[in-house]
């Protein structure tokens, strides 16, 4: 029998296709099935606005070497342009992908940052494809994880209005409802009210919004569930078991809503042997005098790229003379300061890190005050090397082979390694091996909170919360954690926060502004910021495609 189409690797573009119509119609809204392909795939080819080679003796600086900065730099050397990539981080490539090693044969790792590719997202398939990358799903067929919350452990597949709505102070209406359809209700009903062309206003960025859909963005959700009759006890009983929305009730309701309208949840693989392997793959063609993927130009009209790492700028500015751009950064590593002219820029770092580099003459001023006041969130994971993986053991409840548990306790998410999901029987993967546990993956103030605990105390509480959603007993893991690691986004000093989070009403007025070029179109802006699909690769590597589009087509229409 053939395996379930979300269980295959390396999917084929009409393999994921068909999963994402399936779904859709299951859903049904399959007329939504035309406007996320369209507008999740990647903008068309730089070639469409300049000719290969027509950029050559332009000078080109990108601030960022995350994925929006590595895009925008391989799309336009296509042109001929020569590239510099100013990348703050010595030490890694990739800005928020972020995949650890424990071991220096890279068997046993697990992500920090981004760690999920969903079907639908169509710009990161298209480098995937290009780059030749293999990936492999982490969704399962049936999905057996712990729920803990309010100190009650079940499984998912148990009833949660048995085992938790008695907990909670729901009404009687509430309490009648099943948990399924309560859900739905709370993040679907309001979408669903929308005519199609309307839903799709949640993954585009305009100049003016739907009426209609404007109530999807002056709302947190907390103010949205209050709006939609939910009583507080449902709202906690909501954030208790959803605990990743739990964390977030003050955002803009609608950044749920675009991940339940493109299922960014459903239908999820990942890159062998870590999502690193993206950004190396492009950092290796960039070294490469004739990079296969550039088969359709000839190597003497392509540009060159150079990658520099350790590089912190610290000034933009517009120059008097000739329409440039100076660049002022600093060396990490011997503190020597350079000053670059630059006759375009893409600026791909976030705002978050652009707050702080000065800026002359200002840019906009709404702008700057996004620049100011857009939100961020923070997030924090810990990573467990353990010399056996306890949770894919034989217990009353059954094996636990990928996926994810969820609690109300600080640590939030416990994510499991989902490199056995294919394997036919425990025999042939077995739960002896050692394996890399998420024991930890929160956002916002559980990863503030947790993040900035002593070393010695957050460990322990994290173990602790382990084995409580786990049922073991205070101390068993003692002896299984060999190894572990915790990074908080927040406190990295070059992003200084995980991913941006619109609160209520900053989507209307500043995303279309966010992405508006500067200095008389002489700079432009990518990442996952200024993209719909905030916290997701899509949205760095779309925007940083998007951007390089937009300078070589005013170079092509305006300059020559």
Known sequence: MDAPLNQVMNPTDEQRHEMTRNLLETEGRPEDYEYIVNLLSPPLDITNYAAPGELQGLK????????AGLSAAFELRKLGADITVLEANEDRIGGRVYTYYFDQKGKYYNEFGAHRIPATHETTWHYINLF?????????????????VHNTRLRTSDSIEQLLYPLYELTPQERSTP??????????YLMKQLPPDVRSELIQI???Y??????????SIRQTLENLGFSQGAISLISGIDSGTGSLLNISYDEI?????????????????GIINLPYAFIQSFLADNPPQYQNIPISQLGTVTYNPGQTVTGIYQSQYGNKIILKYHDMRDFRKTTDIFDYVVCAIPYSTLREIEIKPYFSNLKMQAILEFNYSDSQKTLFLCNNRFWEQDTNYGRMVGGFSQTDLPIQYIFYPGDHILCPDASACSPDEPGVLAASYNYHLNATRVGNMEETLRYELVRENVEAVHGLPVGFLNSIVEDHKTVVWNNQPNNRGAFALALPGQKKLFAYEMLKPEFNQRIYFAGEHVSTKHAWMQGALYTGKAAANQLAYHFHNYIQ
């Open 206 to 208: 305009l100049p003016e």
């Open 60 to 67: 080109i600086g990108v601030i960022g070497g995350g994925l």
């Open 132 to 148: 030749g990358l293999n990936t492999r799903p982490l969704s399962v067929t049936r999905r057996n994880n712990f729920i803990y």
């Open 257 to 273: 809503t675009h991940e339940e309208y493109t299922l960014d949840y459903r239908n999820i693989y990942t890159i062998n042997g």
């Open 210 to 219: 739907s009426p209609e859909y404007l109530t999807l963005t002056n709302y």
């Open 179 to 188: 948990w399924t359809e309560l859900n739905d209700y709370a993040f679907l």
